[in-house]
Each structure stands twice: as structure tokens, then as C-alpha cells.
């Protein structure tokens, strides 16, 4: 099995949400937290890469072009009102649903955050990479409990996101 990592958004491009408060970055979130699932993933004898690109396309052509077998996009989520929290994984296939379903128990499992479910998503990356594809939103960015998470429990989203990949190529 073969898993594309992306995480969400560009260093140098587009930092994605920030939090107002501390001026922390979604895309640096995401690329630690992918850092991390590539690590966990190569130690379970799982190939694969981390691809960041700025453009969408780019993005699923990278991809297609690895013949990956699993598409993970890694997010953080943000809200206007601030008060937000939890995560929640999108896929638009049945097979998607199914990663998404054992990405996102295992974190709602593995941390104290709020469980938003599995939803069906009309995504770009979702609908125009060829491989299984899920798009995780970690926690709430602009939100300070969920940022602490973020912050100080990175590793834990990782191992989980990690956890609920290798329990979808056993399933």
C-alpha cells in the first residue's frame, strides 16, 4: 500500500488559518503532524510520502503520479465565532468513508477532543486524486483549548492518524 501525505496549505504560499491570539499557522501544524504520520507509517512497514504543493491540481496530479493507493490531506479548522471545536474527517467515496471512519475513531479515541463525525465533502483533493482520499480537520486553530491540543499533543493526532490507516488496509 502506498499513502500520500499532504498537509494542508503552503510555508511559503498559504499559511492557511491562523489564531489570532498566538499567530500560530495551520500549515505548520500540518506539516509537523505529517512529518509525524510519515515516521509512524514507514515504521509499520507503510510506503509513502509527504507532497506540499500550492496548487490543488498539483496536489492530485503529485498524487496520481506516486499511484498512491490512500490521499491524506491534514488540516486545521477554523470558525468565525471562535468557539468551535473538535474534528472531523471529509472523503467523497465509499471506500474514502471507510478510511475516514477508522482515521477519525482513532483520534476521538486517542484524545480528548470533540468527535464532529465523518461527513461527505465536496473537495477539490477529495474528487481529483485517483487514490482513496480523506481530508482530516486535526482540531480548531482559532479555538485555544483545541489549540493546546494542537500544540502539545501533535504526536498523539499523528500516531492516530497512522493507527487509522494501517486499521483500514487490515480491514
Known amino acids: ?4 501525505i499532504n498537509p494542508g496549505h503552503h510555508v511559503k504560499l498559504d499559511s492557511g488559518a491562523v489564531n489570532q491570539i498566538t499567530g500560530d499557522r495551520e500549515v505548520d501544524i500540518a506539516v509537523e503532524c505529517a512529518r509525524l504520520v510519515k515516521k509512524y507509517l514507514l515504521a509499520a512497514g507503510v510506503e509513502c510520502v509527504v507532497g506540499q504543493y500550492n496548487e490543488l491540481y498539483e496536489i492530485c496530479d503529485a498524487s496520481n503520479a506516486y499511484d498512491a493507493d490512500l490521499f491524506v490531506s491534514i488540516h486545521c479548522n477554523a470558525c468565525v465565532s471562535h ?18 471512519n477508522c482515521i477519525q475513531s482513532q483520534i476521538v479515541r486517542s484524545l480528548p477532543t470533540v468527535d464532529r463525525g465523518v461527513k461527505e465533502g465536496n473537495l477539490y483533493v477529495l474528487k481529483h486524486t ?4 480523506v481530508l482530516v480537520e486535526l482540531a480548531f486553530i482559532d479555538n485555544m483549548e483545541d489549540l493546546a491540543l494542537l500544540k502539545h499533543r501533535i504526536d498523539d493526532f499523528a ?3 497512522s493507527r487509522g490507516v494501517t486499521d483500514y488496509e487490515i480491514a
Open 1 to 4: 500500500m502506498k499513502v500520500f
Open 83 to 100: 468557539q468551535a471545536r473538535g474534528t472531523e474527517t471529509y472523503y467523497t467515496s465509499y471506500n474514502g468513508q471507510r478510511l475516514a
Open 130 to 133: 485517483e487514490a482513496v482520499a
Open 159 to 161: 500516531r492516530a492518524i
